[in-house]
């Protein structure tokens, strides 16, 4: 089963967080590169990556799997 990865404020930081994990993946210093590692996680794992603002929400969502809701066309 796939985790989705988001990428979420940490402190001065970022950080990629796997969905349902009690630990963060990896931390980093620009949230571009935390959006990369979590690409390469989500691509291997076939998941979602979820990308959170500087307040915590949700500012954009990324597949690389099984879309449950793909484009049409």
């Not at 979420?8 to 959006?35: C, E, F, L, M, Y």
């Given at each position: ?39 390469d ?25 099984n ?7």
């Amino acid at each position: 089963m796939s985790k989705d990865q988001h990428v979420v404020p940490r402190g001065k930081g970022w950080a990629v967080h796997g969905a349902g994990n009690s630990r963060d993946t990896s931390q980093h210093t620009k949230q571009s590169t935390a959006i990369s590692a979590a690409r390469d996680i989500a691509k291997n794992q076939h998941a979602e990556v979820v990308i959170h603002g500087r307040d915590g929400r949700i500012r954009e969502k990324n597949s690389y799997g099984n879309d449950t809701f793909p484009p049409k066309g």
